[in-house]
């Protein structure tokens, strides 16, 4: 197989970086060396226009074309000058020399001289020509001076030859130095060390170690003592080989020894077999009855397995149906608890609309009164100031009913649109959950409990209503029916806690109810639990308000209770402060 060498691989590489370097470097420094080379001929085409604009300026003013033209003949010959345009005030070009881009191509500056920049190998000095005359200042005209890339170039010609023989010269005495550093440093020993290692001989390891000359202190003295340590491990194996060979001669002296003794023992054992084998017979038979019996064990057990299978099967549709039916059972228990805060609002609506009927009522008759009276001309001053007085009365209890009915309505509707949609909107907490105990009223005047809500005034989030209308509504219910169940009436108490924790929202709500035993809390997040079974209880309340909780709001619901010292939830919900 063709192998390569180490040292012309490694030399390439590094002069090809070296060519790759060199070849940049140099390309910027052509560039550099143009552009400054074309930086100086600017400058010295604005020092020329310097030198002559006085003696143009005259001319233009005196209109002395012969002497403009001599002036253009003068600058067209000065070496870095390759094409000259002298226009007067108007535009119109008095004189055009040399090589000139069109005039077209001029771009449109207001400043009194500029660069222009290089076009097809063409770029000037453009400057306005003004002539001073009393006291004033009066453009007479431009000149504009061009100068070519041909003459930058010849300028640095002797530049750019010293710049590539420099690298040139660079360039070979490192490819010299290189070639003679990897020949001396890396050919010559890698042939010198390959040469040692072919000498090698298995039958005399002693005379086939390497010793490397002339470069002790490189890598190559690690390759001498390894391939030297490798000799003498040869060495240390080719003892422990014969020493290994002796004991196996004295191993298959024993062996021989053994043979005979396991012939004999064999003889003897094999009489013991044949009884074994008897006796194995036997077995076998059994074996065989035994797994006949096992077979038809099988059967049996399939045919019950299939047995299981479709009364497992029937199960898994009779709990597919039965979590229908809750999902029915817990929807019908939110409209049921919408349907009971229609019925409160509907009870508490008949008493403002009723005074509101009377009050409406009452003044219809005054003014009645009051027609009748003006009519038959008996009217007199304190009869119209008594209907007057009883006419703003009725006003009165009008505006007041209206407004408490209004109030009234306003509560109720944004929690029934709460409770029925999971549409997410901004609330401020403390002012929604007000309105859901207002909306509440007609279920706590038989019990008129204590309601207090320690919650910052500005605490506002982002959130699905409904869900904390659903929650609070069944907290407060609950706490009705089950916990002031005997109570006597002003002495139940409600506390709600309503508080930031970083980016949680933490609730605790507590009553001072009877309370729930160990077995009842453990059971209380459990559909159809209740301590009212039969009193119409659905026991649904409080796993909905888990649901709402852990799958709706996605936070986490605890409770605890003692009989006898009330009922307390708390709930941590992660929320979206505004």
């Not at 001599?70 to 055009?96: F, H, K, M, Q, Y």
């Not at 001498?224 to 060495?235: F, G, M, T």
């Not at 049996?300 to 397995?305: D, H, S, V, W």
């Not at 119209?384 to 306003?410: F, G, K, W």
């Amino acid at each position: 197989m063709a192998t390569s060498s180490i040292s012309k691989s490694l030399l390439t590489n590094v002069l090809s970086v070296y060519f790759v370097l060199t070849l940049i470097v140099t390309s910027v420094q052509v560039v550099a060396e143009y552009y400054d080379t074309k930086h100086m001929l600017v400058q010295e085409l604005n020092n020329q226009q310097s030198t002559f604009n006085h003696s143009l300026a005259r001319s233009l003013w005196e209109y002395n074309t012969p002497q403009i033209e001599a002036i253009a003949d003068g600058l067209i010959n000065i070496p870095a000058i390759a094409g000259l345009v002298i226009r007067d005030d108007t535009g119109r070009v008095i004189s055009e020399l040399g090589r000139t881009p069109p005039l077209s191509d001029f771009p449109m500056v207001a400043a009194d001289s500029y660069e222009l920049p290089e076009r097809n190998g063409v770029f000037g000095y453009y400057s306005k020509l003004v002539f001073e005359f009393s006291g004033d200042s009066t453009q007479v005209g431009d000149v504009t001076l061009y100068t070519t890339r041909d003459i930058a170039i010849e300028r640095i010609k002797v530049s750019l030859y010293f710049i590539i023989g420099s690298a040139i010269v660079k360039s070979t005495f490192l490819i010299l130095l290189f070639s003679v550093a990897f020949h001396q440093m890396l050919s010559h020993p890698m042939r010198d060390l390959t040469s040692q290692i072919q000498n090698f001989r298995l039958d005399d390891l002693e005379h086939s170690k390497i010793h490397v000359r002339n470069l002790r202190d490189t890598e190559f003295i690690l390759l001498e003592r390894a391939y030297n340590q490798l000799v003498e491990n040869l060495k240390e194996y080719q003892e422990d080989l014969e020493r290994t060979q002796q004991q196996l001669i004295k191993v298959n002296r024993k062996l021989d020894e053994h043979n005979n003794i396991l012939e004999q023992e064999v003889a003897r054992k094999t009489s013991n077999m044949s009884r074994i084998l008897v006796d194995l017979e036997r077995q076998k038979k059994d074996l065989e009855t035994r797994q006949e019996f096992l077979q038809e064990e099988i059967r049996r057990r399939q045919l019950a397995e299939d047995e299981l299978r479709s009364t497992n099967h029937r199960l898994r549709e009779s709990l597919t149906a039965l979590e229908h039916a809750q999902d029915q059972l817990i929807e019908s228990e939110k409209m049921a608890s919408l349907g009971g805060l229609v019925a409160g609002i509907t009870h508490d609506m008949h008493t403002p609309i009723g005074i509101c009927v009377t009050a409406a009522t009452y003044l219809r008759d005054q003014v009645s009164e009051v027609e009748r009276s003006l009519k038959a001309r008996e009217l007199t001053q304190a009869q119209l100031t008594q209907a007057i007085n009883s006419c703003q009365e009725s006003v009165r209890l009008l505006e007041d009913n209206l407004a408490s009915a209004t109030d009234l309505l306003s509560s109720f509707k944004q929690v029934a649109i709460d409770q029925t949609s999971e549409a997410i909107r901004d609330i401020t907490i403390k002012e929604y959950v007000q309105g859901v105990i207002h909306t509440l009223k007609p279920r706590l005047k038989p019990y008129h409990p204590t309601i207090t809500i320690d919650c910052p005034e500005s605490l506002r989030v982002r959130c699905p209503a409904g869900a904390f209308a659903q929650i609070f509504t069944n907290l407060i219910i609950n706490s009705l029916i089950h916990g002031f169940e005997n109570k006597q009436r002003g002495t139940g108490a409600i506390h709600i806690v309503i508080e930031r924790q970083r980016d949680s929202l933490f609730i605790q709500y507590s009553d001072n109810g009877k309370g729930l035993t160990e077995e009842q809390l453990k059971k209380l997040f459990n559909p159809f639990f209740t301590t009212k079974d039969q009193q119409g209880g659905s026991g649904l309340g409080t796993h909905i308000i888990r649901n709402l909780v852990t799958q709706t709001l996605g936070g986490t619901i605890h409770a605890e209770s003692q009989l006898g010292q009330g009922l307390t939830y708390t709930m941590k919900l992660p929320i979206i402060f505004i």
